[in-house]
């Protein structure tokens, strides 16, 4: 595969073009390519959301002075969560270039997103290593930062599930309660779906890589759902 197209268009020239293949190699590929001398992006993936959580931070400092700990916290988690990075993964169609098992290339649905998460975290990690900080945050303002008006607007930052709780005690008078529905992944790579539960009725369902966001999700879901926003 050329990714000399893929570097043009995100404006990064790669000295180490395999270190670019790594970051969207995926360890189902290597199970049906034993023999090749890839590496899958799960090492670059561990880097890549370290720095991203760094050059996010520092924006969201500077951008937002009045807002508290909490609420940078609560932003910083929106932008990058799952569903917002396989958006910035898409526009960049990063998913032309995944190399993946032929099982997995069949599949289009949520688990190609959280691959397609996982894959651009990788990417800003190869980026960080081959051409610096500065080159990295670059790409991740380009990419990233032009959908925070939108995530501020629509309040997907917002605690949902204080506003949900706060809802549902005022509205029918009882407290939701979360439910694990799935758990999928390895240990170091959890994907969660939580479904939110007023009584035995379930009002809707959420996911994250972690069961808080998977929480927040169910949480803005119901929010939706139930017109209360």
């Known amino acids: 595969m050329n990714f000399s197209e893929f570097e043009k268009s995100i404006d990064v020239n790669f000295s180490d073009k395999a270190l670019l293949k790594q970051a969207f190699t995926h360890r189902s590929y290597l199970n049906e390519n034993r023999k090749t001398n890839l590496e899958h992006n799960e090492r670059l993936e561990f880097l890549g959301d370290a720095v991203l959580e760094l050059i996010v931070t520092d924006h969201l400092y500077e951008k937002y002075p009045t807002y508290n700990e909490g609420e940078m916290t ?22 032309n270039f995944m190399l993946l098992s032929r099982g997995e290339a069949k599949d289009t649905g949520r688990a190609r997103q959280y691959i397609l998460a996982n894959a651009i975290e990788a990417l800003i990690g190869a980026i960080f290593i081959d051409q610096g900080y500065r080159v990295a945050e670059k790409f991740v303002g380009e990419n990233l930062f032009p959908l925070l008006p939108k995530i501020i607007k629509e309040g997907f930052w917002m605690d949902a599930k204080s506003r949900f709780q706060e809802k549902a005690q005022e509205i029918v008078g009882v407290t939701p309660s979360y439910e694990t529905l799935k758990e999928i992944g390895p240990d170091h790579d959890k994907h969660f779906t939580l479904g939110v539960f007023l009584g035995k009725e379930k009002i809707a369902e959420g996911e994250g890589k972690s069961k808080q966001d998977a929480e927040q999700a169910a949480a803005r879901a119901g929010l939706q759902i139930k017109k209360w926003n």
Request: charge should be positive.
């Open 74 to 95: 609560s932003l910083r988690s929106a932008l990058v969560n799952a569903n917002t990075m396989a958006e910035a993964a898409n526009k960049i169609k990063m998913n």
